[in-house]
């Protein structure tokens, strides 16, 4: 039995949803999410797809996989990744080694992984290497933009709905009012009571002193990890604040290939490392950088789109666990037929070849944003 196959298309899907009502982080707001997901078929009639997510650049990122790396897809077999990615590395890298050009090829390669699961007809957490199929996920959101009523409400509801951990964001008013945050935390803390992890995400906004003065205003609060307290590319900035707070530091999701993660690792800026496998270069890339993590006794957890990431969780020791995005639910549902939901804090891994799941193309088409 021949397990090859050459690829024979590539199509890609852009689907997106406004966000309606104020979401907003400490630093941006919310106003559309969507997919790009690349759809590959081979000369033996299968399909494997990736996605990335975006809030703007979606038909630039199209566009890019359509024109520049198409091409050098067709013909060629899936199996080829690291081949592939070292090829379209250099090929792109006048324009990609990072931001849009980087999560299309993430989209590629994710596809890729997908067929190889499905020629050999093995879940791709096994063809990783694993075994675990009960993955620990974490509810996220917790919006500055929400009152003080709605977050305590939210962290409530993602307690009742069975997380024991869950992630707000702070950095209210632009940062600019640490006394609201630490009321606003506090509040969540005594509602959620001392059992359930609590995880914050400043999402870039503070210089690296005011991040260690609002951090150390949180000792008692027992703080699993505070995420981008200090603008990602500061790294400097990170390595301070983590050499001043004993509250970990998780950052990386807006860094791209082995390369950033590893200056975020000499540098002592991390603790957990979030990448994110649809903007870091898809799983050729992750498994590398999942290796540093482990060579230098650091967490991986990776930055939301869950069912991306979900078989890695499988396969790496030091991944304690998932991010769930509440907002992306609505986009997700409008995308996949058969998407596994969290029961009692854990995501159940499918058991089908692949990454295990189906692209609803019916909705798809309808909704897709026509070019
Ligand atoms: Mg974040």
Not at 8 to 35: C, P
Not at 112 to 125: F, H, I, S, T
């Amino acid at each position: 039995m021949s397990y090859d196959a050459k690829i024979v298309d590539v199509q890609v899907y852009l689907v997106e949803k406004a966000i309606k009502g104020n979401f907003a982080d400490s630093t941006r707001n919310v106003e559309t999410i969507g997919y790009c997901i690349t759809d590959i078929t081979t000369d033996n009639g299968l399909h494997g797809f990736g996605l990335t997510y975006h809030e703007v650049g979606g038909e630039a990122i199209r566009e890019f996989i359509l024109k520049a790396l198409k091409p050098k897809l067709i013909g060629r077999s899936p199996f080829e990744t690291e081949a592939i990615w070292e090829e379209c590395f250099h090929y792109i890298r006048g324009v990609g080694r990072k931001g849009l050009a980087f999560c299309g090829y993430s989209t590629v390669d994710i596809a890729m992984w997908d067929l190889k699961g499905k020629l050999l007809n093995m879940p791709l957490y096994k063809l990783l290497g694993g075994v675990k199929t009960q993955i620990p996920i974490y509810a996220s959101g917790g919006w500055t933009s929400y009152s003080l009523e709605e977050l305590v409400e939210e962290a409530r509801e993602m307690v009742r709905r069975g997380y024991t951990k869950i992630k707000l964001k702070v950095g209210v008013e632009g940062g600019n009012n640490p006394n609201e945050d630490v009321r606003r935390i506090r509040a969540v803390r005594d509602a959620i009571g001392p059992d359930i992890g609590l995880m914050l995400d400043a999402n870039n906004v503070w210089r690296s002193a005011t991040a260690v003065q609002v951090a150390n205003r949180l000792r008692d609060l027992d703080i699993l990890l505070f995420e981008e307290p200090v603008f990602a590319d500061d790294i400097p900035g990170l390595a301070h604040f983590k050499q001043s707070t004993d509250i970990p530091l998780a950052t990386g999701e807006h860094e791209y290939t082995k390369f950033g993660i590893r200056d975020l690792i000499l540098a002592n800026a991390v603790d957990y490392v979030q990448c994110d496998v649809t903007r870091c270069g898809g799983f050729t890339e992750i498994l590398k950088i999942i290796g540093m993590t482990q060579a230098w006794n650091l967490a991986f957890a990776p930055h939301g789109m869950e069912y991306m990431h979900m078989h890695l969780m499988s396969a790496a020791p030091n991944a304690p666990f998932l991010e769930r995005l509440f907002m992306f639910e609505d986009v997700s549902a409008m995308v996949f037929k058969d998407a596994p939901q969290p029961k009692n804090g854990y995501l159940e891994l499918p058991n089908k070849p692949g990454l295990g799941m189906e692209l609803d193309y019916d909705n798809i088409k309808e909704v897709c944003v026509k070019f």
